[in-house]
C-alpha cells in the first residue's frame, strides 16, 4: 500500500494528530445460531436467543466508540448490526465479500452426518482444506481473494477510523491468517469462538504495520 498524503490541518493535541494515523477494527463473529452444528455458510439461520445475549456481551464489554459497523449480508450478522445501529446510532454498511464461505454440498449438513456418508473426505477436509475443499465447495483461494479485497477496501475507506465487522468464523480465520502470514492449509488451526472479538490496529506510520492484539477474546 502507497503512503498517503494528508492536508495540511491543525490538532488541538498530539492524541488528535495520532488518531488519523491508526485505523482500529474489531472483528467480532456472529453468536449462535439455529443448527450452529451444521456447515451453515451460505444457508442464513438466524441467530438463537443465546446468540443475540452473547453479541450484546461482547459488544457491551468493550471500551471502543466504534464510528462505523460493516456487516456479512447473511441474518447472524446483519440482524445485530442494525439493532446497534438502532441503539447507538452507528451507521452500518453491508459487504458481500464477507459472508461466510459455501460449503457446497455440505451446506446446511453437520459433521455427525458427514461420518456416515463421506468421512474420507470429512478427514481430508480438516487435516488440510486446501487441497481438500467440500464438493462443490468454494475453494479457499477464491475465499481468499473476495475476503482480502474487502479487508483492504474497509482500511482504506476507514482509514483514521473505529470500525467494527460484524462478521463468520472462515472470514476471521482467513483475516487473522492473512496478518500472521500462515499458510492457508493451517488455517483451520485458528480457532474463532461465537460472539469472540479480536482487535487489529493498522499503523500508517510505519508502512501501514497491521498487529493483532495478543490480549483479543478467543
Known sequence: MKWRLFPKRRFRNKASFLSILTTSIDLLRHGVTENSQRYCGSTNYPLTALGWTQMWHAVNSQSTQWQH???????????????????????????????????????????????HTDVCALSRFWQNPFDYPPPNGEHLLDFEARVLSAWEDIQQKFHGKKVLLITHG?????????????????????????????????????????????????
Open 170 to 218: 472462515g472470514v476471521i480465520r482467513m483475516i487473522v491468517c492473512h496478518i500472521l502470514q500462515h499458510p492457508l492449509k493451517r488455517v483451520l488451526d485458528i480457532d474463532v469462538r461465537h460472539a469472540s472479538i479480536r482487535h487489529v490496529e493498522i499503523d500508517h506510520t510505519k508502512a501501514c504495520h497491521v498487529r493483532l492484539d495478543p490480549n483479543s477474546s478467543l
Open 69 to 115: 459497523i460493516v456487516t456479512s449480508p447473511l441474518a447472524r450478522c446483519a440482524d445485530f448490526a442494525h439493532a446497534i445501529e438502532e441503539h447507538y446510532s452507528i451507521p452500518v454498511t453491508q459487504d458481500d465479500r464477507i459472508r461466510e464461505i459455501h460449503f457446497g454440498d455440505w451446506e446446511d449438513r453437520s459433521s455427525a452426518e458427514l461420518m
